[in-house]
């Protein structure tokens, strides 16, 4: 069956839940992350091997646990240093990389799979490359990375080494405009979904 994890970050939890959708009551107690981290979830991930990559606002940003919630690793602390955040607010977990959305610090992180950093980009501007406020990333099938671009109501697309390949999106209400958007996917045909 397909499986659903959902950040639920006023209650500072991650739920499991089957495709039908029924709830998993047995689970929900290992996936509170109060257990281990006073931060609050933001985004979730699986990773491919099945781990659930989870962005929380404080304590320690990163956090890892099998699919049956016991934990693996945690990484990361407050700050502006490289692998330090100031809100990990979303994260899109490849099949040997993590990026991660460090909102506050306006940039983006990338680490492997077991939580080393490995390189940063971005800074606190508009221009191409720049970010204010980036809430979400998403991965294609080709590796490239997918960033919305928050405060700057873009979407903008990078390779993943941080070089940027193109952006797109105006502050508007008009197709193919936004406001704020918040989150970002890439579906099995690479087709990018913006949730303006």
Aim: proline share 5%; net charge positive.
């Amino acid at each position: 069956y397909a499986v659903m994890y959902v950040a639920d970050y006023g209650n500072s939890r991650v739920q499991k839940f089957k495709a039908n959708p029924c709830f998993l009551p047995n689970l929900a107690s290992q996936y509170d992350l109060k257990w281990s981290n006073p931060g609050q979830p933001f985004k979730t991930k699986v990773g491919p091997n099945g781990n659930v990559y989870t962005a929380t606002s404080v304590g320690t940003p990163i956090s890892v646990r099998t699919a049956n919630g016991a934990p693996v690793t945690t990484w990361g602390t407050a700050g502006t240093g490289d692998g330090q955040f100031r809100f990990a607010r979303g994260l899109a977990v490849g099949t040997s990389q993590v990026f991660v959305a460090d909102g506050n610090n306006n940039r983006i992180q990338r680490f492997s799979l077991a939580g080393t950093y490995q390189t940063k980009w971005g800074i606190s501007q508009n221009g191409d490359g720049e970010f204010a406020g980036p809430n979400d990333v998403a991965q294609d099938s080709a590796g490239n990375i997918y960033v919305a671009d928050t405060n700057n109501s873009r979407i903008q697309k990078f390779n993943s080494s941080g070089r940027l390949l193109m952006k797109w999106g105006t502050e508007g209400s008009g197709d193919g405009q936004f406001n704020n958007p918040l989150g970002i996917g890439v579906d099995s045909t690479d087709t990018v979904w913006v949730a303006d």
